[in-house]
């Protein structure tokens, strides 16, 4: 898009269409981080990293999703918009008379 006045080339940023499937891979790898961490501390102690699921662990289990599911999904649509966000490309300078 060009700016009708300066001449200014505008590139625009990412859609929420390309913010949200970055977020989604942000969340793909933060599954992926917390699996192999889990087996890491399985092989490491010998036996599963955590315990029988038990009703009392409801809160965690909550907890657990918001920071694998949640949380990176934000900042993966933050970091998509920080990276690729609207700016001037090109900028042309008139002599009006």
């Known amino acids: 898009m060009v ?3 300066c001449g200014a080339e505008i590139v625009h940023g990412a859609s929420r269409g390309q913010r949200a499937l970055i977020g989604t891979m942000f969340v793909f790898a933060a599954m992926f981080v917390a699996a192999v961490l889990l087996r890491v501390l ?14 009392e662990y409801g809160f965690w289990v909550s907890l657990a999703v918001i920071s694998v599911v949640v949380v990176p999904y934000m900042v993966g649509t933050r970091v998509a ?8 490309r090109f900028y042309r300078h008139y002599q009006h008379q």
């Not at 918009?81 to 001037?88: A, C, D, E, G, M």
Request: a positive charge; one cysteine or more.
């Open 3 to 5: 700016c009708r006045g």
């Open 42 to 55: 399985e092989i490491a102690h010998g036996a599963p990293p955590l315990p029988p699921p038990k009703a």
């Open 81 to 88: 918009r920080l990276f690729w966000r609207s700016r001037i």
